[in-house]
């Protein structure tokens, strides 16, 4: 209750984003795990940039919900969203699509997809996804053209896509921040990796994964990163409820997909309208007690 009211405070005060050229998508909702002011808008797309060309599907905040809609007004914060292992992008349609109501531009590559996927060459095509979006801004007939914030680039994913995002950020000097979910260490290491990257970091864990457990996964790389970072896991959450729907030899948690997906709306949500998009109003709902003291999500971090 104390973090809805915060939330909600924060919304009525309508603060404003920095002089980045960022739209404000506004705090209209008190709770960042319900869909944000924006419809969510997608198109499946060819990306190339950096001498690289894979698929991605994007979503971004549009005028109405669907497939080719024009996108909303203002400039967006881009995320690159890296997929697991063998995983569907479209495993991961309800968080991504939500991040795109909250104001936010999501390119999600389809490649690695294989039996033996390059983590290096993963991270690669998640920091040309970023390049292309960048592009966009200023490409005549871009449905991007003029709707990109260029300065705000954010990375997130799952599993391998997680382990890959912090790849990522360990080579991407424009990166404002990172948060994911389940990371898993790759190859090379995502843990020696985490060593070099001094922006922002969230790292959300499910406590009972059974494929990416926290202690040899998460932890790890939260160990290596210097501050700012945070470790949040969600008590009762497993490997595979952070995706849509399960597959093969998936894991299972002591709370439904259900409740584990809202918590993973909220919390990457806060996290990136506080560390991407700028807004200060979410800086209690991400630091403060709200999170110190949530029964349902376990709180470690350093500033």
Known sequence: MLRRLTVAVAA?????????????????????????????????????????????????????????????AGRFPAIAFGHGFLQSVSKYSSTLSHLSTWGFIVVAPTSQGSLSPSHSAFADDLNAALTWTVAQDTTAGSRFAGHVAV????????????????????????????????????????????????????????????????????????????????????????????????????????????????????LLTEWFLRHLAGDAAYDDAVWGTPAQTDPQVVFEGVR
Do not use: W
Request: aromatic fraction near 4%; include cysteine.
């Open 12 to 72: 009525a005060l309508s603060l404003t984003l920095p002089a980045s050229g960022v739209h404000a998508a506004g705090a209209a909702s008190a709770d960042p795990s319900a869909p944000g002011p924006y419809a969510a808008g997608y198109v499946d797309a060819t990306v190339s940039a950096s001498g690289r060309s894979f698929s991605a599907r994007i979503t971004y905040p549009a005028t109405a919900a669907g497939k080719g809609q024009p996108v909303a």
């Open 151 to 266: 300065d705000r680039l954010g990375l997130s994913g799952h599993s391998m896509g997680g382990g890959a995002s912090i790849l990522a950020a360990a080579r991407n000097p424009r990166v404002v921040t990172v948060a994911n979910l389940a990371a898993a260490e790759t190859n090379p290491s995502a843990v020696s990796a985490a060593a070099g990257v001094t922006v922002p970091v969230q790292l959300i864990a499910g406590e009972r994964d059974g494929i990416a457990p926290p202690a040899d996964h998460q932890r790890p790389i939260y160990a290596a990163k210097p501050p700012t970072k945070q470790l949040r896991t969600v008590r009762g959450g497993s490997h595979c409820g952070f995706m849509d729907s399960g597959s093969l030899f998936c894991d299972s948690g002591s709370i439904s997909r259900t409740v584990q997906l809202q918590l993973t709306r909220r």
